[in-house]
T-cell receptor
């Protein structure tokens, strides 16, 4: 158990819908990272938050947004969902010092039908 | 931009054998970190080993060790006395500072009884 929790574990929804994925980091970790794992794109970085502020953005679509709350949990919002958004979405957390390990949650498996 | 390349999509060895997974990377930074993560069938991402680029000494964690060749930008993972539980996808990744992980495409390792 990494100490990072993600809910829900599985999500099935239809095209055009909107979903919210939730992540709680390990105790003491200030930074949260979101990654998407799909068959064709592999593991890709989406966005990073540090202590409530956006720190870095990767290949995140405009239909996707995220935020980190004062209690440090984070939410990833995916809207106008398309079939191609079906993937495993990971949250990871770290203390955000250089080179520190990112600990991954169990992921949320999203299926868009 | 950072890139990570794993040239072996799949590997298969017998239990108790030693296996080496290859990884090459490219970065323009002088301060970076390298990681191997394991993803078993449960899909959880688990850190196997990490290496700080400024350290000459190769990292070791029990049966897992790396061969870090900085000039060649190579970071291979050696698994000694392989066990059935080592069956998983293995991802090589790099990071600059406290930033995102950039992953390779992964190597699917199967340990046969």
């Amino acid at each position: 158990d990494s100490g990072v929790t993600q809910t829900p574990k599985h999500l099935i929804t239809a095209t055009g819908q909107r979903v919210t994925l939730r992540c709680s980091p390990r105790s003491g970790d200030l930074s949260v990272y979101w990654y998407q794992q799909s068959l064709d794109q592999g593991l890709q970085f989406l966005i990073q938050y540090y202590n409530g502020e956006e720190r870095a953005k990767g290949n995140i679509l405009e239909r996707f947004s995220a935020q980190q709350f004062p209690d440090l949990h984070s939410e990833l919002n995916l809207s106008s969902l398309e079939l191609g958004d079906s993937a495993l979405y990971f949250c990871a957390s770290s203390v955000a010092s250089p080179g520190e390990t990112q600990y991954f949650g169990p992921g949320t498996r999203l299926l868009v039908l | 931009a950072q890139t990570v390349t794993q040239s072996q999509p799949e590997m298969s060895v017998q239990e108790a054998e030693t296996v080496t997974l290859s990884c090459t990377y490219d970065t323009s930074e002088s301060n970076y970190y390298l990681f191997w993560y394991k993803q078993p069938p449960s899909r959880q991402m688990i850190l196997v080993i990490r290496q700080e680029a400024y350290k000459q000494q190769n990292a070791t964690e029990n049966r897992f060790s790396v061969n870090f060749q900085k000039a060649a930008k190579s970071f291979s993972l050696k698994i000694s006395d392989s066990q059935l539980g080592d069956t998983a996808m293995y991802f090589c990744a790099s990071a600059q500072g406290a930033q995102k992980l950039v992953f390779g495409q992964g190597t699917r390792l199967t340990i046969n009884p």
